[in-house]
């Protein structure tokens, strides 16, 4: 069975800092595109970053900078260390693998209000 969880989120000021985690298992992460996506109240999911099997990396325009994606492939882990935060980064994030096959965590909100 396949588990993609997603822990770390929370409310922070802004400007402050958060690292998300993503525990696979259920599948070979290593051979796994791994991405980060959100979804605020009311609006689509959306792309936010995203690593390669190779660890090459891409972001949003709107989190470049701020935002780093990372993968451990021995602990079978993918992290999003997300500084400058602000309140519109507020939303659900979710953990994304993907090869032949797609699968989604289940989310973790991340809140960014004074």
């Known amino acids: 069975q396949v588990q993609l969880v997603e822990s770390g989120g929370g409310l922070v000021q802004p400007g402050g800092s958060l690292r998300l985690s993503c525990a696979a298992s259920?599948?070979?992460?290593?051979?796994?595109?791994m991405g980060w996506y959100r979804q605020a109240p009311g609006k689509q999911r959306e792309f936010i970053a995203h690593?390669?099997?190779?660890?090459?990396?891409n972001y949003a325009d709107s989190v470049k900078g701020r935002f780093t994606i990372s993968r451990d492939n021995a602990k079978n882990t993918l992290w999003l260390q997300m500084n400058s935060l602000k309140p519109e980064d507020t939303a659900v994030y979710y953990c994304?693998?993907?090869?032949?096959?797609?699968?989604w965590g289940q989310g973790t909100q991340v809140t960014v209000s004074s």
């Open positions: 690593i390669t099997i190779g660890s090459s990396t």
């Open positions: 994304n693998a993907r090869n032949y096959d797609n699968y």
């Open positions: 259920g599948i070979i992460f290593s051979t796994y595109a």
